[in-house]
């Protein structure tokens, strides 16, 4: 098992070789939170808008473990 | 008012008014019924003094479809359809969104819309936005609305307010309506609409996109709304995803036939995506997912 995650938008390119059908798949360490992972995954924080951890949207303090899903999404505004 | 014209045809025996201009579609199991062309719902119209909506409104209250309007008919019953004729929209935004939206909507049958925006066309609005065209470069977007629903659908009352929505005139515009469309193009607008919609207790649908992506997300007046969304202050006009990804062509119209479809939904008291949900599209994978607000 694994974390599922999944970058939307301009975070891809911030994640190197970032495939958007397959995603990440991250090995967690105990106790590891979301704003963790984004720093460890290279991307700019403040970038990070919107954290969805299995279909909710969560807090970036929130932890996540094994078999989890997670989607980050930037904000948006064009219409 | 138009509320009194209708009320010319409450006496009225639509069938019998309509005699030799309806026609019968024979369907399987007994689900027979009639429709009629627009040029007798015209007469009908002038003849009883009112207009094509009202006629339109009694005929399917009748259990007679206007033919423009039945292939909505499986998927709506003819109450829903009267119910769009009669309901009022208001859509801030006549760009990508709302060109998008204000097509759709007409040809639904909604029967009084109001287009919000002070913006005028420009080259780079060709891309996208369904109401740009060469010839309408400089000129007002709300005017290019008003003239596409009439082209559309006559049937369909517009108003066209050829100013930006602000915190002034929104309480106005939002008066009556059944639903909002947020068709913005920029956060902070965006937060101000709904803080607009919520004190009028109006429904309103959020869409907004960046790239091959894009957010829907209808917002009932209890609703987290933008604040569950995206945090408690929007970020700067450009600062998202589209100042980077742009706003590439199939984008609008995918998310605003979206948009569009929830408005409907909201007005027919259908399950939407509101009470904390909201819809995520990718058009690169593609995909579509549901989420919700924790």
């Not at chain 1, 975070?11 to 704003?35: C, D, F, I, M, N």
């Not at chain 2, 094509?52 to 005929?59: P, Y």
Request: hydrophobic letters at 45%; aromatic letters at 4%; one cysteine or more.
């Amino acid at each position: 098992m694994a974390i599922e995650v999944k970058l939307s938008s301009s975070l891809r390119a911030q994640a190197s070789g970032y495939h958007p059908l397959r995603g990440l798949k991250v090995e967690p360490r105990p106790e590891l939170t979301v704003l963790e992972l984004i720093t460890s995954l290279g991307l700019a924080p403040q970038e990070v808008k919107i954290i969805v951890l299995n279909g909710q949207t969560a807090a970036r303090e929130s932890f996540i473990k094994d078999g989890d899903r997670l989607g980050l999404f930037p904000a948006m505004g064009g219409g | 008012m138009a509320e009194s014209k209708d009320n010319k045809l409450a006496g009225v025996d639509i069938a019998a008014s309509l005699q030799g201009e309806l026609v019968r579609s024979d369907r399987p199991g007994g689900d027979d019924f009639f429709s009629v062309a627009e040029a007798a719902l015209a007469r009908l119209a002038m003849e009883t003094e009112t207009n094509l909506r009202a006629v339109m409104i009694a005929c399917l209250e009748a259990g007679i479809w206007p033919e423009r309007l039945r292939p909505n008919r499986g998927s709506f019953s003819a109450a829903e359809q009267a119910r769009l004729l009669a309901s009022r929209a208001l859509i801030v935004g006549a760009g990508g969104l709302g060109g998008a939206v204000v097509s759709i909507l007409a040809r639904m049958g909604v029967g009084r819309l109001t287009v919000c925006d002070g913006d005028v066309f420009e080259e780079s609005n060709l891309n996208r936005q369904a109401l740009c065209r060469v010839n309408s470069l400089g000129r007002s977007k709300v005017l290019a609305a008003a003239e596409e629903v009439a082209a559309i659908n006559p049937a369909v009352k517009v108003r066209a307010v050829n100013e930006w929505a602000t915190a002034g005139n929104l309480p106005e515009l939002l008066a009556g309506m059944q639903v909002a469309l947020d068709c913005l193009d920029n956060l902070p607008a965006r937060y101000m609409l709904e803080e607009a919609a919520r004190a009028a207790a109006v429904p309103y649908v959020h869409a907004a996109l960046g790239g091959l992506e894009g957010f829907v997300m209808t917002v009932l007046p209890a609703d987290p709304g933008l604040a569950g969304l995206y945090g408690p202050e929007p970020i700067a006009k450009g600062e998202g995803a589209e100042g980077r990804l742009g706003m590439p062509t199939p984008t609008p119209a995918f998310i605003g036939a979206l948009q569009a479809n929830e408005a409907v939904r909201v007005i027919l008291g259908r399950p939407s995506l509101g009470g904390g949900r909201f819809a995520h599209v990718d058009l690169s994978t593609p995909s579509l997912e549901v989420f919700s607000l924790g």
